[in-house]
């Protein structure tokens, strides 16, 4: 039995990737991969498990069964592949970028999003690239890999930083397409826990943008500040008097700003000793205030990995917890005293990071949001109402 599937208008046949299949998931599929076992397990190294713990136990437990040639099996899952103007485009475009024609596809599904992402391997499962194909908002992560083509990371002595070179961009028929560069090596994702290594990475991707400047004369506050007024949904007036108090607090003061990767979590990066691949540069900012990558780092991780509720959300990210306070320590070791005031800098990065939706919706990650920004300005004692 054979099955349909909306990413198979991207794939094609060769003689060496055979039949795909649907690896199963709890959300459908995960990956669609080809049954050649030495790529699909080279494919599943790409995988990030949700969870430390049930993720890495099922990435192990598949990876064990592609070895043993389960997928031979897995016949009621295999894609019926038709040959389509996507894919016939796709294959010519990657041939050209790669030099060679032994190259095949692994496609993934990007929960939350309208985009998948893609690995680019040739017939001897060697990561040759990865393709993101989406909305036209993809072109925002190509003009941020442009920038970062500009700026030497890799010249620090204490850690040397790779990011991903844009080999392509561009429109696909009705999606937008980008081609990145993998890592030179292979790396391990980082632990949770804020440690010396993540504060280097932070002073070197700020030390190389770093510039001092008035706050209410930056770029960075009037996109805010805009985005903030013209929020036409019921959470106005809480973003309103947050930045009412960020004003009241930066007012005539000049602050750190720098490079911001947008989204600095351990799955963001890959580790081998004193290498480190930063990739998913989507949300860069190249005008950010210093510590909202370090703030952002330590949301995350408290939300997702440990799972705080809201208030030991708060304590965490403001320093007032043990695992806050160390980070903090960790962070000025590196840093020094660069970044402002921690409720100053965690209320900016609670107004940037809130989703401004255009419909009234209440998910999981606003909610937290609001719960926050309440916290937050519980401790300003001049609120504008």
């Known amino acids: 039995m054979t099955m349909n599937h909306p990413l198979a ?5 060769s003689s060496f990737s055979g039949r795909y299949v649907c690896l199963p998931s709890k959300r459908n599929c995960r990956w669609i991969v080809p049954s050649n076992q030495k790529i699909a397990t080279a494919t599943w190294d790409f995988f990030l498990p949700s969870n430390r713990f049930s993720g890495t136990l099922k990435k192990n437990v598949l990876k064990l069964a592609l070895q043993t040639g389960i997928l031979r099996l897995l016949r009621s899952n295999s894609i019926d592949l038709h040959v389509t103007d996507e894919s016939l485009k796709l294959k010519q475009l990657l041939i050209t970028i790669f030099g060679r024609e032994d190259i095949t596809l692994s496609m993934s599904i990007r929960r939350h999003r309208t985009g998948v992402i893609g690995a680019v391997f040739s017939s001897g499962a060697e990561a040759l690239g990865i393709i993101k194909l989406g909305e036209s908002r993809l072109s925002k992560e190509a003009e941020a890999l442009k920038t970062l083509e500009s700026i030497k990371f890799h010249e620090s002595n204490s850690l040397r930083v790779q990011v991903p070179k844009l080999l ?3 429109d696909l028929n009705n999606a937008y397409l980008i081609v990145e560069s993998v890592p030179s090596f292979h790396g391990d994702y980082g632990g949770a826990d804020f440690n010396l290594k993540y504060a280097e990475l932070l002073r070197i991707l700020f030390e190389h943008t770093a510039c001092r400047q008035s706050f209410l004369d930056s770029t960075f506050y009037r996109s805010m500040k ?5 929020y036409p949904l ?9 930045l009412n108090c960020v004003e009241d607090e930066l007012r005539g003061k000049e602050i750190y700003f720098g490079l911001s990767h947008g989204d600095f979590k351990p799955r963001n990066m890959l580790w081998e000793r004193e290498r480190v691949f930063v990739f998913d540069w989507a949300a860069m900012s190249v005008e950010a205030p210093f510590g909202i990558d370090f703030v952002h780092f330590l949301f995350r991780t408290a939300w997702k990995e440990y799972h705080k509720t809201e208030k030991e959300l708060y304590d965490c990210i403001m320093g007032n ?5 160390a980070a903090y320590y960790l962070f000025r070791k590196k840093t020094g005293n660069l970044m402002c005031e921690p409720k100053v800098i965690v209320l900016l990065y609670l107004i940037d990071k809130f989703p401004l939706y255009k419909i009234e919706r209440l998910d999981k990650r606003q909610k937290v949001l609001i719960d926050l920004l309440e916290i937050a300005l519980d ?3 001049h609120i504008k109402q």
Request: aromatic share 14%.
């Open 379 to 381: 401790h300003f004692s």
């Open 321 to 325: 917890d043990k695992e806050g306070s």
């Open 168 to 170: 392509y961009s561009g």
């Open 9 to 13: 208008i991207y794939l094609w046949e």
């Open 226 to 230: 805009k985005r903030v007024i013209g």
């Open 234 to 242: 019921s959470h106005q007036p809480l973003l309103l008097r947050a």
